[in-house]
């Protein structure tokens, strides 16, 4: 049986700040943003070249606001991806050195955070 992450849901406070710091600084694209109704609103973003995406919105989860520790994303240069972020004013840890892998770590306003993974290389 197959089985595949699709949609991670983000907890925030501020629907619209939360929208604008994934996409206009994170980078990730804006796929859907429909309000159903007063008490649903449906926010989906995904990373650029991600199968899985994000939702965030109104009557989305019951985790309270920045509840969500250590999302991962693989990159292929971390240092790249760092300098990315910081250039659109995301703050971010410096690049974290360890055996398997590269890390950087950033937080959304809400105290979500996620980590960016350059894998090592295989070794035959």
Known sequence: MEMK????ALPV?????????YVD???????????????LRFVQLTPPGSACSVVLGV???????GSQKGVQMVVTDADAAR???VSRGVECS????????????FADPDGNTWSLQQLP???P
């Open 13 to 21: 406070t501020d629907v619209d700040q939360a929208k604008a710091f």
């Open 59 to 65: 009557g989305i989860t019951e985790m309270a606001p």
């Open 83 to 85: 300098a990315a972020l």
């Open 94 to 105: 410096d690049v974290d050195e360890q055996p398997w892998g590269r890390f950087v770590y």
């Open 25 to 39: 600084q994170v980078g990730f694209n804006a796929d859907h943003d429909h309000r159903v109704s007063e008490d």
């Open 5 to 8: 992450i699709e949609l991670v």
């Open 121 to 123: 290389p295989r070794t």
